[in-house]
């Protein structure tokens, strides 16, 4: 619930307070630091600092907020009894240090903190299961998605011991599991997760509320996974709407639906439409996280692969390969993201008769994706398409019709999930 009250700020009819806010933040910090020479100026106190952060992380403004954040970090850690203030900065560095991209600097404090609650507090206490939340998206972020479940496993757990499964409180945790589920390809399990969670989160946020057009921005995005694009695109510009009004019209917090847009024109042939949202995507996250960030690399990914599909090999190149190296550099080869940039650049390299690295980019991505996913995972199908096209320039005709043979049965398992899918839900 940490970052719902920090949206909480962001509703459209709240718009203007939250820059008044953002500017006053602003005015004290300067104060404060212009002050320190005086001796009657009051130092902030943790609490105070860590407002002060919050607020400048819900408008996405991760770098102002870091400086504030540590900082009640260090006067929490001054304090004599300081256990319950340090865990709760700590919990907020780890938030804000995911958004910028570090990772394991996200998940090393987000351990202290989680190991101080649990000093702090009963080990049943939802509070942990609030960080255990936060903890499983750093996780999700990193790959990890095994490790992700288990996160969130353990925080249903906890939450179920002091709430009925009906309670609301649940719907958000029922949300964060349906997202977890999507990129494992568990797409059945998603939509009854999100299912279970939408009525409730409408009904307690209201239908404009940012976090409740989220969410139908995530099942929008299930939707994509699953062809389902005029589905899809009925939520997602519900999503739009609303994001746009409040963040404005070039904040990054408003990529994610910006690129579901963009695969929706991709499948309704508006190849125009779908660059421009991909364009618009790309200078939004450079311009605010800047070109190193993970979600940088995977907008980059995004376009090289629009380019590839439109044909556009010599625009490609160049954003293939600079997705590929941010992604590498910011997540590791072993991630399932890093695992896509490697098979787009294959194909760049099957276009330009490169055979040999082709082969073995789709070795390391084939090799990625089996360890993080199972064997059915949808997103195991595009390296072994390449692989197929690289083993047909080969010549080699086995082995094409072997790669056909699995590509035809995920397509077929992910059929009839889609299939039951439909049954359970009417």
Not at 41 to 57: D, Q, V
Not at 103 to 110: G, M, Y
Not at 142 to 167: F, K, N, V
Not at 200 to 229: C, M, N, W
């Amino acid at each position: 619930m940490r970052e719902l009250k920090l949206f909480s700020l962001l509703r459209c009819k709240h718009k203007y307070l939250v820059f008044v806010l953002v500017f006053s933040a602003a005015l004290f910090t300067d104060a404060y630091a212009a002050g320190k020479t005086h001796a009657h100026k009051k130092a902030p106190t943790s609490n105070k600092l860590r407002g002060l952060a919050r607020i400048y992380m819900a408008y996405g403004d991760y770098d102002k907020a870091q400086p504030l954040a540590e900082r009640a970090l260090a006067v929490a850690k001054a304090a004599e009894d300081h256990d319950l203030q340090v865990s709760s900065c700590l919990i907020d560095l780890a938030w804000l240090y995911k958004n910028q991209g570090r990772l394991s600097e996200a998940e090393k404090v987000c351990r202290m903190g989680l190991d101080l609650q649990r000093k702090i507090y009963y080990k049943e206490h939802p509070y942990l299961a609030y960080t255990l939340r936060i903890l499983s998206s750093i996780h999700q972020e990193q790959g990890r998605y095994r490790q992700a479940t288990t996160d969130m496993d353990e925080a249903m757990a906890i939450m179920r011991q002091s709430h009925l499964p009906d309670d609301p409180t649940l719907a958000p945790f029922r949300v964060d599991i349906a997202r977890l589920c999507v990129v494992q390809g568990r797409f059945t399990e998603a939509e009854q997760y999100y299912k279970n969670a939408l009525d409730v989160v409408t009904e307690s946020y209201g239908p404009d509320h940012l976090y409740t057009v989220g969410v139908l921005g995530g099942i929008a995005e299930l939707y994509v996974q699953q062809a389902r694009f005029h589905e899809a695109e009925n939520l997602i510009k519900k999503t739009l709407a609303v994001q746009e009004k409040i963040y404005g019209k070039q904040h990054h917090f408003v990529v994610p639906a910006w690129l579901t847009m963009a695969e929706i024109c991709q499948a309704k042939n508006d190849y125009v439409t779908a660059e421009e949202f991909l364009k618009k995507a790309l200078d939004a996250v450079e311009n605010k996280c800047g070109a190193a960030h993970p979600l940088t690399g995977k907008v980059l990914n995004c376009l090289s692969a629009f380019y590839i599909a439109a044909g556009r090999y010599d625009e490609a190149e160049n954003v293939c390969r600079r997705a590929a190296a941010v992604l590498e550099n910011s997540l590791g080869t072993e991630n399932n993201y890093t695992a896509m940039a490697f098979n787009n650049l294959a194909r760049l390299y099957i276009y330009q008769e490169k055979y040999a690295e082709a082969q073995s980019l789709c070795a390391k991505a084939l090799n990625t994706l089996e360890k993080i996913f199972d064997a059915d995972h949808p997103g195991i199908v595009k390296v072994l398409e390449t692989l197929a096209q690289l083993h047909s320039k080969a010549g080699d005709v086995t082995e094409v019709a072997k790669l056909t043979s699995r590509i035809e049965s995920i397509n077929a398992h992910s059929q009839l999930a889609y299939n039951f899918n439909l049954e359970t839900v009417k």
